[in-house]
């Protein structure tokens, strides 16, 4: 006796209602299983953008130019300050990346125009021009695909290593006249400072009768100490003038200026001016008497 599907229902209906039910049950399985749904997180807006950002890059050699005679050179060392506004920190890196080596030759091209007018010894001169020149034409724009970002550059100059070894034992002997100058100028405050002490005690002396007989017994060793303190004064004063005139006689007229200012300091300090003739000495390079009216 074999099996004979019903009378008006095909056996393919019967597994597709077969079908349809098992995968309804497995649906239904598989959410039991899976328990709650996640809640979805809100939505956020993207953070704004930065306001002003700023990037410092140094330039790790320094940028060598010629100074006046195109024999030695200056050293120009240089760090540029990069900024933007309403930028991302890596758009900003990505942009100062890119157009460094721009800023950098605008830079070699503004400090060689200026260092073939100096010699090679003036780098202090050099630096300031090179800075003015720079405050003036600075700072800097570069745009790129709609982005833009300025530069600001900064930069100090150093004397090639021969000059430094050429020009080192007049910066010795520079230094040292300056503090033999700064020991005599001190030598001769303290004598000062001294003697004036010594004539307040001797005024005290000679305004008190009580005293008279103490200072009778020490009259000597008095006079000695106030015999000293005039000559330590007195050797102070005359280094101070040797000093001077060797300032008016030498041949660079920065020292021969700063010479004859000092002078006019003293006699001004004195109450006297400095009269025409020692104004005609001192622009000879003779040593005027600072006695003398």
Partial sequence: MTDTPRAGYPRTALWSRFGAWWLK??????????????????????????????????VSAPIVVPARGYVFTF????????????????????????????????????????????????????????????????????ERGGVQVTCQPYVWVELDESVKRAIRPYWEQLIKLDCEY??????AQYADRLSRQWLSILEQLAE???????????????AAVVQELIAQQQAAKQRLDDLLAEGLRSDDAYEKA????????????????????????????????????
Avoid: C
Avoid at 182 to 187: E, L, P, S, T
């Fill in 75 to 142: 050293h120009v060392r240089a760090a540029f300050v990069w900024s933007s506004e309403g930028l991302m920190r890596e758009t900003l890196t990505g942009s100062a990346q890119y157009f460094m080596p721009y800023a950098i030759r605008a830079l070699t091209r503004l400090a060689a125009g200026r260092a073939r007018n100096f010699a090679a010894h003036r780098a202090r001169d050099f630096e300031v021009e090179l800075q003015r020149a720079l405050a003036e034409t600075t700072p800097w724009r570069y």
């Fill in 182 to 187: 700064d020991v005599d100028v001190k030598r």
């Fill in 208 to 222: 008190n009768p009580v005293a008279g007989g103490a200072a009778k017994m020490t009259n000597e060793s008095l």
């Fill in 258 to 293: 700063t010479s004859f200012d000092y002078l006019f300091e003293r006699l001004k300090a004195q109450g006297r001016p400095a009269s025409a003739e020692q104004r005609k000495q001192a622009r000879k390079g003779s040593a005027p008497d600072p006695g003398r009216t």
């Fill in 25 to 58: 049950l497995w649906r239904r399985l598989l959410l039991a299983l899976q328990g709650p749904e996640p809640i979805p997180a809100p939505f956020t807006p993207p953070p704004p953008p930065p306001g002003r950002l700023t990037e410092r890059r140094d």
